[in-house]
């Protein structure tokens, strides 16, 4: 049987790498190699280079990922949860899953390490801080932390950085959702021994 | 220690308690009393408190408390199996400088106009290294911008209607409970109730998933339900059915059950940023306005040195808003995400097939915390093996700043290690650091290719030294893409890596995240990865290191998908050619700016450092100078001052084409020449174009421009197309005043005249 004689417009890898393979030759001749294998031999020890080809397989088209990626994704039930703690049906605008999540303008750019050409998500992480600030009554919020669980583990830090006896107990009053807090247990951690993991008996 | 706000709280030495607000039962308690006790003993109070419901209640601030923390997931932002969502920290003015992680505050340009910034960034870990308080890197901008453009579009009535609703479907969910003879254990609520049930709980949650609906297993008497913005009356009528009830929704009046002395009175959002965008056209145009400010992917090219800013490509991005991958709850039952489990199986399998490791734990949300976790993981199985004592972590001098705040964090001693004038790690001073610290050696942190952007030729024996004197070796995965099919961690030495999925695994940098940073380890390790106490009872010998078990559950789609497709070969031949493009800018700009660290053979490996220092010293042109000047010709700044002070560092990926290398080229080459004209004394540096830049419209405009040069030479450098020009927004944006005068905030409306 012959296989199946795919057009070069369906490999993915040709799309994702930039230059082309005549732009590849050129650049080959500025740097001074003649293949990239000698160019890989040049930079890569071969004290470290792996002999086996990965064993992942041949690359899909975009179409053939998709279509195998939407039958992992109905392997998934979405129910209705009504399990709280942390994570609530939300209801996400469509204009901003349109214009924001879904629009490479917001979701390739960079840390805005560089304030001149950042100053658009630089004012939308503003908003966001007055937005926390405002809600919680408190004078000043960060830009985010990774989720709710670090951000009152560092809570934790700032107290003990902040109070004036540093090295006593924190405490944790029973009724805080246990899943949230990660850090919350006997072990190697920064606060060792102060604290412990309890499953919140209602009273 | 956990316990009882009433009975347990004797202030004595505590140096801080948190609370929920409302808590995991629902109930909504006056904090005053306990904040006050734990304030007036010299502890700091923490409130952890729902946003949504704070349009109604008191403020956290209005009852003492010292810092408030939370999560704006409600905020728009789908549930996705756990994350990523926005966590919140929010303190008093006298705390800000030691508020962790990235505040943006209001300063001015070079022309004195309003410009937003970065603040008091001296707190952070590129700086202050093993002194510093907090190992966090990547925050989660993109998730925090759309929840405030959620309350953006919102607005404050909108906010509190949406609350308003929740809290009378709640009340009319209650009501039908009470009628059916069910206790509820909070006296009062926003959203949630706990039910007790003794003796029906397993019965009632079967009944409910039955109807496709997820109750909470609060323990063996009690059931938990929380209601949101998206509950229907149908899903409360389906509710009662499970608990043996059949009621219409019409069939009850909502009563307000929101204590009556915590009745929110102080406004908020009062700003008009969070009353003017409130049409979908409004919306819409403002978000464009301010995409428009900005330099992303879509514009150019991010050359930026260790950070990988390749392209995420949109087949990868689409399976995101699939429902079944948005829309699951962290801790639904794990049969309704069979999908979720065979994508993270399956990921997990090819991880370890790329790195040569055995194991991976997808949990950790950003490089930090997979540091974080892996160290964790390196101390465990010390203690495990008796050998508790081991905590000094070895860290080479050229190492990211994260390393050793990490290390610190995880209660390790950092011992530097010296690196040669080749910018390797120097073999001899770490040998000798190793054997005088044998008995307590832990780990070393070293990053492969190293930081300096060349591959080290003596890294197996780097690996044996460490492994002889007893300690682990954590190689940050941070430079993995100059590696992918062509050499593996785990078969040349190393235990324990984080990957950067949002670098080397196409995941969107998002403005500032969400970043993924799994951890791989050899077998040996893989019983310290981190725990939940959802998958294992909290029986783990490491516990977790974030709130979801699977971290970033929803965005791990896309490098499943960006693996999938480009295929054994296609991940061989990107690293190939993200060397090719390195190596490639390396030999063009050589002749015009020295590249830094080369191996023997004259090598880069897929970044390379320009070496502009000699300007400084010259001619008064920093990096900083020709950094900004790059916005000029449209392209975002390289890496500055990171690994070594002073120097750019340029890493242009795989992804981008000959012709945006040589763009890049030739503007550097531009620039190269006007600072030939500084040195050959045509005009000082304060008058040239490099230290004016970035150009704006305004100095296009500016009426008594009396520079040394054209306002067409600041604008147009080297003949930028002026149809495509990229315009910055504002001038150089000026440090020391933003840090001088902190606010951030959004400033009153007056200065926005």
């Known amino acids: 049987m012959t296989p199946e004689r795919k057009p070069r417009s369906t490999d993915f890898s040709r799309r994702h790498i930039g230059p082309t393979p005549a732009d590849i030759e050129q650049m080959l001749q500025a740097v001074g190699v003649s293949s990239l294998e000698e160019l890989i031999q040049q930079t890569v020890p071969a004290s470290i280079r792996e002999a086996e080809p990965l064993n992942i397989g041949p690359g899909l088209s975009e179409t053939e990922m998709l279509a195998r990626m939407r039958a992992i994704a109905s392997k998934n039930q979405v129910f209705t949860s009504l399990i709280g703690q942390g994570y609530y049906g939300t209801i996400l605008p469509p204009v901003i899953q349109r214009n924001l999540l879904e629009n490479p303008a917001w979701y390739t750019a960079y840390t805005p390490y560089q304030p001149e050409i950042s100053q658009g998500r630089l004012e939308a992480l503003l908003n966001f801080q007055t937005m926390v600030a405002d809600l919680t009554g408190l004078d000043i919020a960060n830009a985010s932390l990774l989720d709710e669980a670090t951000a009152a583990a560092e809570a934790m830090a700032v107290a003990q950085r902040s109070c004036k006896q540093p090295t006593g107990p924190f405490l944790w009053i029973r009724t805080c959702t246990p899943r949230r807090w990660p850090f919350c247990r006997p072990g190697p951690n920064r606060w060792a021994g102060s604290w412990w993991w309890a499953t919140p008996k209602p009273t | 220690m956990v316990g009882d706000p009433e009975t347990d709280l004797n202030p004595e030495g505590l140096f801080g308690a948190i609370f929920q607000y409302p808590d995991t039962l629902g109930q909504i308690r006056d904090l005053r009393g306990p904040i006050e006790r734990v304030k007036a003993a010299g502890g700091l109070a923490v409130v952890a408190a729902d946003l949504l419901a704070l349009t109604l209640l008191t403020p956290p601030g209005e009852l003492g408390a010292d810092i408030a923390v939370g999560s704006a997931q409600r905020f728009g932002v789908p549930m996705g199996y756990g994350g990523p969502h926005a966590g919140y920290i929010a303190v008093r003015d006298a705390l800000k400088r030691a508020l962790p992680g990235r505040l943006v505050g209001v300063s001015i340009d070079s022309r004195g106009n309003r410009a937003y910034r970065l603040t008091l960034q001296t707190r952070e870990q590129h700086i202050r290294r093993e002194k510093a308080t907090s190992n966090i890197c990547t925050a989660q901008v993109l998730l925090a911008v759309i929840a405030s453009m959620y309350a953006v579009y919102h607005g404050p009535e909108g906010l509190r209607e949406i609350a308003q609703s929740v809290h009378e479907k709640t009340a009319v969910l209650a009501a039908g409970l009470k009628r059916l003879g069910f206790e509820r254990v909070n006296s009062h609520f926003f959203d949630t109730l706990t039910i007790r049930a003794e003796g029906r709980v397993e019965e009632i949650l079967a009944e409910a998933r039955r109807r496709r609906i997820n109750l909470r297993k609060v323990d063996e008497a009690h059931i938990g339900i929380a209601l949101d913005e998206t509950t229907t009356p149908e899903v409360i009528e389906a509710v009662w059915q499970a608990f043996g009830g059949d009621f219409k929704y019409p069939d009850f009046a909502p009563e307000n059950h929101l204590p009556a ?29 301010l995409a428009d400010r900005d330099l992303a992917l879509d514009r150019a090219m991010i050359p930026l040195g260790s950070c990988t800013m390749k392209l995420n490509a949109a087949a990868e991005m689409i399976p995101i808003s699939w429902p079944e991958f948005a829309n699951l709850h962290p801790f639904a039952p794990a049969e309704q995400a069979q999908g979720y489990h065979e994508l993270f199986e399956t990921l997990s399998r090819w991880l370890c097939e790329i790195t040569g490791y055995d194991a991976v734990s997808l949990q950790p949300n950003s490089g930090a915390q997979g540091e974080y976790a892996g160290l964790l993981a390196i101390r465990a199985y010390h203690r495990s093996r008796g050998e508790g004592h081991r905590n000094v972590c070895l860290i080479p001098s050229s190492a990211h700043g994260t390393n050793p705040a990490s290390a610190q964090m995880a209660g390790m001693e950092v011992v530097v290690v010296a690196c040669d004038a080749q910018g390797y790690v120097d073999l001899n001073d770490l040998e000798a650091k190793a054997k005088q610290h044998a008995d307590r050696l832990a780990a070393v942190m070293v990053t492969y290719p190293s930081t300096h952007g060349v591959f080290e030729e003596k890294i197996r024996e780097l690996c044996d030294i460490v492994h002889r004197y007893g300690g682990q070796v954590y190689l940050d995965g941070a430079n993995l893409n100059a590696q992918v099919g062509l050499a593996k961690p785990g078969h040349y030495g190393a235990d324990v890596s984080h990957l950067n999925l949002h670098k080397t695994f196409a995941i969107p940098h998002g403005g500032g995240g969400p970043g993924m940073g799994p951890i791989a380890v050899k077998a040996h390790l893989a019983p310290f990865l981190p725990g939940h106490p959802v998958l294992d009872g909290g029986t783990a010998p490491v516990g977790p290191v974030a709130a979801a078990p699977y971290g970033s559950a929803s965005i791990l789609p896309i490098s499943f998908a960006y693996i999938w497709m480009m295929g054994s070969e296609g991940l061989k031949r990107a690293t190939e050619v993200a060397i090719l493009n390195a190596n490639y800018i390396a030999s063009r700009l050589e002749p015009y700016f020295p590249v830094l660290y080369k191996n023997e053979k004259g090598r880069v490996a897929h970044e390379c450092i320009l070496d502009p220092r000699a300007f400084k010293a010259r001619c008064d042109i920093t990096a900083e100078d020709i950094a900004k000047r ?8 390289p890496t500055m001052s990171f690994p070594v002070p002073g120097t750019l560092m340029v890493e242009p990926t795989e992804s981008e084409s000959k012709h945006e290398l040589d763009r890049f080229i030739n503007a550097m080459i531009a620039i190269r020449q006007e600072i030939a004209q500084i040195e050959r004394g045509e005009l ?12 704006t419209v305004l100095d296009l405009a500016d009426e008594h421009w009396n520079r040394k040069y054209t306002r067409a030479q600041g604008c147009f450098p080297a003949g930028q197309s002026a149809m495509d020009k990229y315009w910055s927004p504002v001038n150089r944006v000026d440090n020391v005043y933003g840090d001088r005068n902190i606010v951030c905030s959004c400033p009153p409306v007056e200065e926005y005249a």
Not at chain 2, 272 to 281: A, D, G, L, Q, W
Not at chain 2, 630 to 637: E, M, P, S
């Open chain 2, 684 to 695: 000082t540096a304060e008058e040239s174009p490099l230290r004016h830049a970035p150009h």
């Open chain 2, 630 to 637: 790059l916005i000029d010709f449209g392209f975002h700044a």
């Open chain 2, 261 to 289: 002395t915590l009745q929110r009175t102080s406004p908020y959002l009062t700003h008009p940023v969070f009353n003017r965008y409130h049409s979908e056209t409004e919306l819409m145009r403002y978000m464009r306005r």
